[in-house]
Every structure is written in C-alpha cells, then in structure tokens.
C-alpha cells in the first residue's frame, strides 16, 4: 500500500470512528473503483458500525461510504447524493455531447472530482450525480457544455429512471481467466489484457483484482479504466475439446 493509500484507509477508521462515537450517519465523498478497493479492505478495522457504498442509483460506479450507527434503519438514512438532468437548450442545433465534454465543464468550474459521482448519458439528455451541497451550484452555473447552452433541473435520485443499454457479446474462450474473457470482450490478445491487469486497470464487482488467472463467477461485473465494463454472463456450453462458449453483457 502506497503512502497515498494508507492515509485513506486511515481516513476510512477515523469515519467509522466519528460515526461510532457520536451515533450519527458519517459520508466520504465520491470514491474511484481503487479507493473502494482500500474501503473494503480496511472494513475489519472499523469499530462496530454499519457500512455500505453507493452512488444513488444501482449500477453506479463511482460510489460514497457510508457508515451507519448499529441502531438506526437503513430506511431512515439518506446519502446525500442528488442528479442534475442536464439537457440542450436548444436540440435541434445541438451537437452530441459526451461524458467527456460533460466532466470537462463541471472541472472548468472548479469542482474537485471527488464531488461528482457518475455521469450517465443519453442520446437527448444527461444525469450528472453530486453531493447535495454542489447541486445548487452545478444548476446555477452549469450554462454552457463545450459550445453548447444548456437547461437545468435538480432530481431526486429516487426518481432517477436510466434503461441501461448493453451490447451482447458471445465467443468460446479456452477458460473462465479473467485475462481471456477480457481478450474476447476487448477484441485484444491474452499478453495485452494481462498487461492490464498488471497495470491496476481492472476491477470485478469494485475490488481491484491483480490475478490474470482470476476466475469470474456468473453475474460479476468487470470495470476496465478507459475501455468500459460489463456483466459476465456465464457459460452458455462446453465443447467436446473444452473450450468455453460464454455470454457478456457489455454496457453501451
């Protein structure tokens, strides 16, 4: 563990530690898949409380830690996460937009990334998730994304209705490795996707995994920093020669 990374796990016991001592909910805010990974590695040295990570809607990628007092209901507490929808202004002479252009304008306002959560797109309209204290902010600044004027309205993430859309990927793999399901996915070779994991770019179900020979169970999800993620999906047969025939749900 980096140095950088040891004063956020302690950073996590002294959450937990607040959170125990004073009996009140206690938040982070929005962590990268890595810094989960040091979450819930550091988990066994929090002091009795409940824990549990976030990012306002199921799938989300980006998420908070949230530390519970033992006797107090989840359905009492709310994380403090809100959605700005973002839309043009004008649609009809607006160009596409992407996560990109939208992450850029929030950063060009000052906003610390550890601020916002996921930034989820459609092909009209943008959700852009944040801590509650910057969604006033974002909806009162946020005018422009890249060149294009844009109309804003704060949501409640309860409300917040994304139909995800996936890709359907199928392909026969000499095992369930991590390494070679990233090769099909990927559309690369076994070397190029290892050199991945080596390089701390993958992540199943938000745990940094470092093993090429990892084997991924049905249901996993698999994020890859800069290529995407996706659902494995599982077997769908076994050929007389071995060789797996799989299923992926690669996310759009």
Do not use: W
Request: hydrophobic share 35%; charged share 25%.
């Amino acid at each position: 563990m980096t140095k950088e990374e040891q004063l956020l796990s302690n950073r996590f016991i002294e959450y937990a530690e607040l959170c125990y001592k004073r009996e009140v909910p206690v938040y982070s805010d929005f962590l990268s898949l890595n810094e989960q990974t040091i979450f819930l590695s550091t988990a066994s040295h929090f002091p009795p409380v409940r824990f549990r990570l976030t990012g306002g809607y199921e799938p989300a990628e980006r998420k908070i830690a949230c530390f519970l007092p033992v006797h107090q209901e989840d359905t009492r507490l709310e994380p403090p996460i809100s959605a700005l929808k973002v839309i043009p202004s004008n649609r009809k002479f607006a160009q596409p937009l992407t996560h990109r252009d939208y992450l850029g304008a929030v950063m060009n306002l000052g906003i610390q990334r550890s601020k916002i959560g996921d930034i989820l797109i459609t092909e009209y309209e943008c959700y852009i998730l944040c801590l509650k204290p910057m969604v006033s902010y974002l909806e009162e600044n946020l005018l422009m994304v890249k060149h294009t004027k844009v109309e804003r309205q704060i949501e409640n993430c309860e409300h917040l209705s994304m139909e995800q859309r996936f890709e359907q990927v199928e392909g026969s793999v000499a095992s369930v490795r991590l390494d070679s399901i990233l090769a099909l996915v990927y559309h690369s070779s076994r070397s190029k996707t290892a050199s991945l994991i080596a390089a701390e770019k993958v992540f199943v179900n938000g745990k940094l995994i470092t093993a090429s020979d990892y084997h991924l169970k049905e249901g996993d999800i698999v994020s890859v920093r800069g290529l995407g993620k996706f659902i494995y999906s599982g077997i769908n047969s076994q050929t007389k020669k071995g060789r797996y025939f799989i299923s992926i749900k690669k996310y759009c």
